[in-house]
Structure formats: C-alpha cells, structure tokens
C-alpha cells in the first residue's frame, strides 16, 4: 500500500496519570472526538461563571495566571505527545475564552454571545490571529492565535454591549 492511500496516523491520546496532559486536555473535554475545541469552550464557560463575581483586577490576575501557566502546558503536552498543536489540548481555549469575558457584562446573554464570538474567531482564524498560528510555535503559539481570537471577540462584545 502507498503512501497516499493509507490512512491518516491516529493522534497520540494524553497519558493517564500525567497532570500536564490532564490540564491541557481541559480535564477531559479535549478528548471529545468531534469539536474538542468547543468542547474546551463550553468547560470555560463553567469556569468562567464563579471567576466573573471576582472583581475586575482579580480577575485580571487570575486571568494573567492561566495565560502564563498556559504556555508552559501547552508547551509541555505538545512536546510529550509530538504534536505541535493537538487538537485536544484545550487549555488555549480556556484562557481565550476567559480573555474574551474580561469586564463582560453580567449575565447570560453576554456569557452565549462571548462563546459564539470566540468560536468564531477562534475558528474563522481572520488575520492575524491565521498569521500566527502558522508562524508561532511551542507552548506560546498555541496560546497565541486563541488570545488573539479573545481579544477580537472581547472587542466585539463591548461594541455590542455598547450600542445595545
């Protein structure tokens, strides 16, 4: 059998018992075989709702931890499992979709459309957010294109909540 008719390799699964996996596959909801990128999304929503009765610069700190731990385990689970950005590793999708809901407005309207702008961005991948996830690599560049996605996002959902 040739090259280009055998299957695609299966991606490497997290190891049991490895913390760093177990946090970058966001406690499991990386594993989900279809959408382990809005699987992510939806576990950041949950942790989103406690973290949002925190005031703005807790919050802003808290969020700060999760982007700077985010890198190393990002950095980390893609090294051991040998694959640059695993689609099951979604702690960037965590620490985007929290970036994107800094000093949202309170409640679920804003918590659903914040979920659906960082889907989109994160998935639409406009420029630059496309530019850097092509060009940056290790731990910061997987966190990087969500970031950015956050940051479009959150820029939309205080326009929207502006004018609304």
């Not at 997987?142 to 004018?163: E, H, N, R, S, T």
Request: glycine share 10%; proline share 7%; charged share 15%.
């Amino acid at each position: 059998m040739d090259s280009t008719t055998s299957e695609p390799k299966p991606l490497p699964k997290p190891a049991k018992g490895n913390i760093a996996h177990l946090l970058a596959f966001g406690m499991g909801a990386g594993c989900s075989p279809k959408a382990p990128g809005t699987m992510g999304t939806l576990l950041a929503v949950a942790i989103y709702l406690p973290l949002s009765r925190l005031s703005l610069p807790v919050y802003a700190a808290v969020l700060l931890v999760v982007i700077l731990v985010g890198i190393w385990l990002c950095d980390k689970a893609a090294r051991e499992l040998g694959v640059h950005d695993h689609p099951g590793i979604v702690w960037d999708e965590i620490a985007g979709y929290l970036l994107t809901m800094l000093a949202a407005p309170a409640g679920w309207l804003w918590v659903v459309v914040g979920f659906a702008l960082f889907r989109l961005f994160d998935i639409w991948k406009p420029w630059p957010i496309s530019w850097l996830d092509r060009r940056v690599g290790g731990g910061l560049g997987i966190m990087l294109d969500d970031l950015v996605a956050g940051l479009f996002a959150a820029a939309c959902l205080q326009g929207l909540a502006y004018w609304l």
